[in-house]
DNA sequence: CATGAATGAGTGTTCATTCAT
DNA sequence: TATGAATGAACACTCATTCAT
């Protein structure tokens, strides 16, 4: 008992609140499950990460399922909702409106550790299935959904072309998908880097300029 | 790791020592890996599908590792070098050759089990720092050198505008990356599917529209 | 063990310390214990059985078994005392005596939470020889002095046969015991019922008439 | 690796036949459930007792319940069909076969550590349903219709009174189920021990005699 | 060469017990 | 007195790896 060595002999063995855990746990998960995968993650790790021990990750979930759902629910989706408003709520330009909706989850994507998840579910896909109906069902619907929104009304008020509304919205989205797993999981194995800003203008000039109806200035020169 | 003694140290770990039943191990591994990922592919499974026992694959590869390394080198890494070959070799219009290039990747990622390599690689980097190196080294600077040189010449030659070379190349594989993944690893999980054909559709129409200067015409109208 | 310290070490260890809550946790125990046998029983669904917390029960009782042997000595040996009691003070024909005898068992065997306390010692007396021997030196002797008592006195009195009294008392608690077993443990699971007073009508007319002296009548004839 | 101590260097892993495995895995299985109950049971213990590893478990038996699930199967139950054989072919008096296969079973119940499995079943059945429901099916029911047929017999022939057929069988049973617990679980613990063969004796002639149709006589005077 | 029996370290999950509040 | 958050040891089961045959 009281193993635990390099810390005080007085530390107390909970003082902290039941609802700070939770949020301190989850945090901790979403660092090991970003780094190794659902499957190799250890829960071992999860909890040394969160400061506690592994009996105490079970107070909070139900089980290692549960807390990548969590993670999910209370991270992700939460962004996604935002996001989701604010494009419904917007008036005005199309192109505007994909920039910007572009280069917030460009920033979410790579400065929050949330980038991972994307690559996490790709990882364990196929060994939890449930686990992936969960995370298209969910994430992956509603953030294709924003994306076609803008969309159809861009070609809707003639700011686009007449594009194929079926798999544009993926199209759109390819760059950021590689954006997020080369800055999260390949560029700390790589000698090259790449510049977010650089890759985000040559991506929004490439991309926007290959929808954009004949005649229609691009956004920033106007 | 590497506890065999008795070997030349100079010998590669991922090289298969027999030519029988190496090539069979090779293929059912690349079965397992791509469906399972990498931690979760049992090596009873590799040797079932072999028709080998699983005392049969320490003859012929070190370990786990040495086996999706071999699987690397011996398949992925000739395809790419050979879409190299051909690229470097053509004269024609930057535009034609990048349309092919796309058709060619498209179709290798999507009808082969090679296409499953990427998400392998993606998701088990965290757990497998040398693999990931190694994959970055070998096949994605190979990769992006292939679009790189083809953009370049697009430039040079006055179809492309001038776009930002150092970062264009990423995003027009971006698309192609999500294809690959979605296909090979979330469409099973979904309930709306993707029609490959179309997808390529849009995505060379928008990303070669975003490329080409003023007054080139997109090649199909050619 | 014991790691109690400050307390007398006279106290036995089974002992509750108060008055108020003790009873309620025993009621809970008793009933948790029934269901699961002494391993599975889960804390945790006593304290919820009984309104208290989990930490409460340590108030109560020092552990687990301590729990346990409570239960035996506030709520079973003071039926088997009273019972003893009874038996000891008839005065009438053994017959008529080991027939009331059987029946009130019979009743509390099947009617009462109790009934699962033999199945519970059985179940773990290899686990917890305390236990076990507890069990046997408390219960069991007890139980087995009624019938002797009963049976002697029948022979004394001239109406069972000379039967060898040393092993007759258990031969006739066999059947008890088996009906206890079923009615509690296994009828559950079966597709077959016993129906009780059937099977003490059978049960008391076998033994019974086995035990009778050649020219004695069997009491409910008389 | 190869932190055995205490065994020679020289030992061979492995030089048995996988055939004498099993047999001394079920052996050590009987010993190891019928000391600690199911759930208590731990695999590390049964493959300690095997000389074996616990991973070698899984080679021969799926899991903990399979395992249980053999014992039954290739242990018990063939002594039941062998008696239930005996019992079908005989064609003597009703009274000797009921003799005959009590003194059998009391064997079988004390001599061997298949005395056990009652207990075993006893104390996990409220946790383990399946299990209860496949020994109630397969053992309950085989044993019982032994003794069924046997009375069913002994009241046809007129050796036997006109007993309730329906529950005389458990009533007989009664006693050597006592037997067995007591000879197995409760006697290690107790100061009185009970003799086997005049228990059997005082059995035999109370429930015999208790059986016997008027003017008939008990077996072995005759 | 090939086999396949055997190993044993590793991980998710449970639960009796402790103890700061 | 009571709480309930936290602990940590325990255990079933898996699977990469080894090695006698």
């Not at 039941?18 to 998960?29: T, V």
């Not at 999860?46 to 107070?59: E, F, H, I, P, S």
């Not at 969960?134 to 953030?143: K, N, Q, S």
């Not at 954006?179 to 000698?191: D, F, Q, Y």
Request: with cysteine; net charge positive; aromatic share 8%.
């Amino acid at each position: 008992m009281a193993k635990k060595t390099g810390k005080q002999a007085t530390a107390p063995r909970w003082r902290r609140r039941k609802d700070e855990r939770g949020p301190e746990i989850l945090a901790a998960a979403i660092d090991v499950f970003a780094a190794r995968g659902f499957a190799a993650a250890r829960l071992d790790e999860v909890a040394a990460r969160a400061g506690v021990t592994k009996g105490t990750l079970y107070l909070y979930f139900e089980n290692k399922e549960a807390l990548f759902k969590a993670i999910v629910h209370e991270q992700l989706l939460p962004r996604l909702a935002e996001a989701d408003e604010r494009a419904r709520g917007y008036t005005g330009p199309a192109t505007v409106l994909l920039l910007e909706v572009i280069k917030t989850i460009a920033d979410a994507v790579i400065g929050t550790r949330l980038g991972l998840i994307p690559k996490l579910v790709i990882a364990d896909a196929g060994n939890f299935p449930e686990l992936a109906r969960f995370y298209v069902d969910e994430v992956i619907a509603r953030g294709m959904g924003v994306f076609s929104r803008i969309l159809e009304r861009g070609v809707a008020q003639g700011e686009f072309r007449k594009i194929d509304l079926a798999v544009a919205a993926p199209v759109c989205i390819g760059p950021l998908l590689l954006l997020a797993i080369w800055k999260n999981v390949l560029e700390p194995h790589a000698k090259r880097k790449i510049d977010k800003d650089q890759y985000i203008a040559a991506y929004t000039d490439i991309v926007l300029r290959g929808l954009l109806a004949p005649g229609v200035e691009m956004p920033w020169k106007a």
